[in-house]
């Protein structure tokens, strides 16, 4: 497997060789999305809570008689039915929405992703990102000329330089390789993985 190198510019320069068994495996979408999903499940807090029909503030005055109104019997009104009552099944402040994925799968799904990326030509190679300072603008401008307005680097190293030029900038994610997650390699347009954090990636993945 071959992926395109480029230069400061943008263009590809040429090609290096990446390992098939992290950038060269068939798609397999529902792996993929079970991947991420879990992924999206495991980062929710779960701090959410609802009131259930005993802690809901109401009155416990019967709203009216029993007989002869015509109307359906009620006796207060915290009862799930009303309008402002309390919830039948309410959610609780410990709710747990993690979900386990093994560690097989998840390398198996990562490296389908970085493999499906390639193909579609939103993948490629550079041979190293740094910036002199930690300017925004001069890392704005670096990616501008390289024609990239969405981007997410995998570096083999992220000094403070490089760190705080990107923190700042909407489109644009820096992360070392046991940072990258598979949720930003699909939402980013343009994914750019240095050639030591290549090596990184295929020890940590095949």
Known sequence: MQIELLNEQGQAASKVDAPDTVFGRDYNEALVHQVVVAYQANARQGTRAQKDRA???????KP???????????????????????????????????????????RAGMAAIFSQLVREGRLAVVDSLTV???????????????????????????????YL???????VLVVEP???????????????????????LKEMLA
């Open 55 to 61: 802690t809901v503030k109401h009155s416990t005055k």
């Open 64 to 106: 009216w008689r029993q007989k002869g109104t015509g109307r359906a019997r009620a006796g207060m009104t915290s009862s799930p039915l009303w309008r402002g009552g309390g919830r039948i099944f309410p959610n609780s402040p410990d709710e747990n929405f993690t979900q386990k994925v093994n560690k097989k799968m998840y």
């Open 132 to 162: 002199e300072s930690p300017k925004t603008k001069v890392l704005a401008q670096k990616f501008k000329a390289m024609g990239l307005d969405s981007v997410m680097v995998i570096a083999d190293e992220v000094d403070e330089n490089l």
């Open 165 to 171: 030029a990107s923190r700042n900038l909407a489109n």
């Open 178 to 200: 046991r940072y990258a997650d598979p949720l930003s390699l699909v939402h980013y347009k343009k994914v750019l993985v240095t050639k030591a954090a290549m090596e990184q």
